[in-house]
Structures are given as C-alpha cells and as structure tokens.
C-alpha cells in the first residue's frame, strides 16, 4: 500500500472490512481496563486510524490522520508504558501531553512480506499494568491475527483484480477477432466475385485454373472467417445463433456441401449415404456448417490414399449424422480435448487452420439441444456422431443462442 492519500484510504478500508478487528479492540479493552485502542496504519510521514474501539471519546475516528512525529510510532518495534508521569523518556511528549495518556503499548503490524503496515496500540490516561508477560503476548497474537487477516485480503483483491485485467484484456482480443472478421468481408468477397468472372471468361485452361485456385482459398478464407466469428460471438455472449426452420429435404442440402468440397479437392473420395426420411426443424446453413467442418476435418487428419465416410438418417428420436475416417487414432491425452477451441490433431503432419472447425460444430449441435461425440480407435478409425433430436426441436423457439460446452465421449485407444 502507497504513502499517498488513496493509499492511506485503501489501508482504511482494508482494515474495516477485517471481521476479527473489532473484536479484537474490544477483547483488549476489556483485558487490560484501557479505554481507548485502535489499528493504525503508519507511514514514513503519516499516522492513520484504521478502527478504533474509543472510550474516552477523543474523536479519531478511522481516516483521522496524525503527523508521524507527534506520536509514539516513529519507529516498528513494541513500545510498552505503564507510568508515562514516571518515565523520563516519555513525560515531556507531545503526544503523553495533549492526550493525557499514562499507561501506553503499542505492538507493530508486520505483512508476511516483512512489510510493516502499522500498529495496534492502546492507552488510558489512568496508569494500568501492562509489562506483564501474558498482556504483551496478548498483543503480540492479535497484532499477528490482523497482519494475516490483512495478507489473505489483500492476495485476494491482488488476484481478484489480474483475473478482472485479464478479462478485460480478453474481451478486447475478442473484440478486435471480431471487428477484424467483419472487416475482411468485403475484400474477400471482391476476390470471390473476380476469380469467379475469370474462372467463367478465361479460355486458357492453364489461366482458368489459377482462377479456380483463387476461388478455392477465398472461399476456404471465407470458412475461416466464419469460424472466428462465430467463436467471437460465443465468448462474447452472443452465442450460436440459429434461425429455425421446417427443412422438407435436408439430403439435398447435405449433397450439396459433399459436392462443394469434391470440387474444391478433385482427389478426395467421400463415400456418402445420405438417407433421412423425415422433415427436418433446424438451420440448415448451420446442419451444412457442421457437416462441412466434420468433413474438412477428416480430409485433413485421415489417411490420404483412404475414403471418407458420410452418412446421415433418422432414427425414431434424432437426426444423426456420422463422418468416419482412417488413421492414427486420436491420442488418448487429446481426446477430451477436441472439441475445445484452437485444438488440433497433434498427430497430424498437416497442421492447417485455426483448431475452431470441432468448436463451432459442437456449439452448432448444443443450439440444437443435440450432443456429439467421438470414438477413435487404431483398427476402427475416427468416427464423429452428431445426434439432433427431432422432437425437442418443434419446441425450440425460432431463434437460440448457447455457449455451453460439449463433452466428447471418448472409446480407449488400443
């Protein structure tokens, strides 16, 4: 704590927030017969009240402040007077003088830091015993209980204000992802809009396909974008927004990210199984959002000479989705980890994009009142489960947000 004026105060009102401080006032009081006793906090220049237990109505009460060199505190050892009329050294003080004390003690208040914060002291203008050894350790445990009341309390606003500077800190990180995000939009979307004009126009196979390459990785930079958006809202509070509605034929919108992504990687295999035979109450963008991501996942962490495997249907609860590919299974450290935002496969050799594919997807499923999960085994391969629950969502209102998390259900490596 500082020696300035805000500093004094916070040392006030530290000590005023101490439950045990009062009580201890009073027991020493009641002990000794002394009329009037107080924590002070003492500077270089300054003594300051902090509490105060005062039966001889001086009128210091806690934020009275004494210059340093008009009391007994100059130095942070134990002072104690049983006879100040008596005592040489003290008689002619000024302090001994104006508030008539003649049996005095004063014990200092040392931090666990070896800081000296101040002192409990205690005094009467009537003489009392004080030198007897049990009243000086009496002092001694009440000084040492408020220096560890006071330690404690100030760890923990210390503590309490780094975690409100990092929340601070972090929410501003987020706030730039997201502004930053927003930004990018609409260069992207100039990039998409020219490569596709040239990708039409351009008769040079070789042109048209350096086109296509432009299109691709603006439209992958567009999914991206998309993700820390998405990632931004959810810590921001915003959530996972979903705008619901009755999907009469969600194969065919499940058909077409399968498509999307055959085209953007002409040597990828997807085998799909696309079979649900019920109409479907969700957002369909945000169904495609997952069933892309779970699909871009497995191209990038699957076997590569390996097919990938789609399937979605209805069962008599849940729409379910599963993508299944080959590979090293998932490490057994990692796989409750997946579905946490900027995971990526550590045992992957391709180390693209940002980790937040998995995040989103099951943020995308929480909104739908769904859960995913994941077994990945060495002979089984990888397999992702999405189940959303057909019931439940006729009673999801048209519009939802969540941020909770989704725990992955996680079958033992072999």
């Known amino acids: 704590m500082e020696d300035t004026p805000e500093g004094i105060a916070n040392a006030v009102a530290a000590v005023g927030r101490l439950d045990a ?11 000794t017969g002394l009329r009037y006793a107080a924590v002070a906090r003492v500077t270089d220049k300054t003594w300051a009240v902090c509490a105060v237990k005062d039966r001889l109505h001086l009128g210091m009460e806690p934020g009275h402040q004494l210059a340093l060199h008009d009391t007994l505190c100059g130095t ?56 007897a050894a049990h009243i000086v350790s009496l002092f001694r445990q009440f000084a040492g209980l408020i220096a560890s009341q006071l330690d404690n309390q ?45 990708e039409r126009k351009l008769r040079d196979p070789l042109l048209r396909g350096h086109a296509s390459r432009i299109k691709t990785n603006a439209l992958r930079m567009s999914a991206l974008i998309d993700d820390v958006l998405d990632f931004a809202r959810g810590r921001l509070g915003g959530g996972i927004g979903l705008e619901l509605t009755n999907v009469d034929d969600i194969n065919s919108g499940l058909m077409t990210v399968i498509q999307e992504l055959e085209d953007a990687q002409p040597g990828c295999e997807i085998i799909s199984n696309i079979s649900v035979t019920r109409a479907v109450r969700c957002d369909l963008g945000r169904i495609q959002q997952v069933a892309s991501n779970l699909l871009g996942n497995a191209l990038t962490h699957g076997r590569p000479e390996s097919a990938i495997r789609i399937c979605a249907r209805d069962d008599e609860d849940d729409l379910v989705l599963d993508v299944w590919n080959a590979g090293e299974p998932i490490p057994a450290e990692s796989i409750d980890k997946i579905f946490e935002p900027f995971w990526r496969h550590s045992i ?5 994009g940002l980790g937040l594919g998995l995040h989103i997807c099951s943020q995308i499923v929480r909104a739908h009142h769904g859960r995913i999960s994941v077994t990945s085994t060495r002979e089984g391969g990888t397999q992702f489960t999405a189940r959303l629950p057909l019931g439940d969502l006729q009673r999801i209102p048209s519009v939802t947000h969540t941020t909770q998390p989704v725990q992955a259900v996680a079958v033992e490596q072999r």
Do not use: W
């Not at 401080?21 to 002990?31: A, E, H, K, P, R």
């Not at 992957?348 to 693209?352: G, T």
């Open 348 to 352: 992957s050799a391709s180390r693209n």
């Open 21 to 31: 401080v009062s009580t201890s006032l009073q027991i020493l009081c009641d002990v």
């Open 154 to 198: 100030l760890r923990q606003e210390r503590e309490h204000a780094a975690l409100l500077d990092e929340r601070a800190a972090s929410e501003l990180r987020e706030q730039f992802i997201a502004i930053l995000g927003h930004d990018l939009r609409n260069p992207l979307q100039a990039i998409c809009f020219g490569s596709d004009v040239l």
């Open 76 to 131: 942070p050892a134990a002072l104690v007077i049983e006879r100040a009329s008596l005592d040489a050294r003290y008689i002619n003080h000024p302090t001994i003088a104006r508030y008539k004390i003649e049996s005095y003690v004063s014990m200092p208040i040392v931090l666990k830091n070896g800081g000296y914060f101040g002192a409990l002291c205690a005094f009467d203008s009537r003489p009392t015993k004080l030198a």
